[in-house]
C-alpha cells in the first residue's frame, strides 16, 4: 500500500479563505433572489462545500450532496464514473450549482453535469476550489474556478491522498514514499 508524504504548501488556509470569499461574493451576485440548489459532490467536497455556502446571501440556497467514485485508492481517474450515493430530491427547473473540490480529467463532472441536465434542470453550473487544467480529458471547464494549479498531487481543504489528509486547512502537495 501506498504512502503520501507532504512535502509542499501551495495554499496556504488564508489564501484559499480569501479566495472562498470571492467564489461566494460572484455567486451572491449571479444568483441574486434566485433559488439555487447546491450540489455538493462527496467527499471531496465537505469542507469547501461548508465554506461556500456561508458567503452566499441574497439567494435561496438550499444544500444537498451526490457521491460519485471513479477510481479506489490510486491516483489516476478513468471514465467509469460511479453514483454510490443520489440526490433525494427532484431538480427539474431548479437552478444547480454543482461544488467540487479539483477538476482534473473532468470525467466525473461531465459525468455529473450531463447526469443532471438531463433530468430536466433549469442551470447547471459548476464551481470548483481547484482545477488542474493541464490534466484534462475531456472538454470541459467550470463556471467559478478558485484556483488553477499546476500537475501536482495535492492534498487538504478536503482532498485526499488515499483518505489521508483530508483535514490539512491548507492545500500540500504530496509525493509517494
Ligand atoms: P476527474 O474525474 O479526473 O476530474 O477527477 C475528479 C476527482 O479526482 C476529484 O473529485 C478528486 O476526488 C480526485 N482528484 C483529482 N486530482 C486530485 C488531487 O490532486 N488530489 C486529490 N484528489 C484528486
Ligand atoms: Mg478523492
Redo the contacts with the bound molecule.
Keep these: 500500500m501506498s504512502e503520501y508524504k507532504v512535502v509542499k504548501t501551495m495554499f496556504t488556509k488564508e489564501q484559499i479563505a480569501q479566495r472562498v470569499a470571492e467564489l461566494g461574493e460572484k455567486i451572491s451576485q449571479d444568483y441574486k433572489g434566485q433559488k439555487l440548489i447546491m450540489v455538493g459532490?462527496l467527499k471531496?467536497c465537505f469542507v469547501f462545500m461548508s465554506d461556500l455556502c456561508r458567503q452566499v446571501h441574497d439567494v435561496d440556497v438550499r444544500t444537498f450532496f451526490m457521491q460519485a467514485s471513479?477510481y479506489g485508492a490510486s491516483?489516476a481517474?478513468n471514465g467509469n464514473?460511479r453514483i454510490v450515493q443520489d440526490l433525494e430530491i427532484d431538480i427539474s427547473d431548479e437552478n444547480v450549482l454543482i461544488v467540487?473540490?479539483?477538476?482534473?480529467?473532468?470525467?466525473?463532472?461531465s459525468y455529473i453535469r450531463k447526469l443532471l441536465a438531463d433530468r430536466g434542470a433549469k442551470s447547471v453550473k459548476i464551481c470548483t476550489i481547484f482545477s488542474?487544467p493541464a490534466?484534462r480529458k475531456v472538454n470541459i471547464d467550470a463556471d467559478y474556478v478558485g484556483y488553477e494549479i499546476p500537475d501536482?498531487?495535492?492534498?487538504g481543504y478536503g482532498?485526499?491522498?488515499a483518505e489521508q489528509y483530508r483535514n490539512l486547512p491548507y492545500l500540500g502537495v504530496v509525493e509517494e514514499v
Design positions: 459532490i471531496g471513479s491516483t481517474s464514473v467540487e473540490d479539483i477538476l482534473d480529467s473532468g470525467h466525473t463532472l488542474k490534466r501536482e498531487f495535492v492534498v482532498l485526499d491522498a
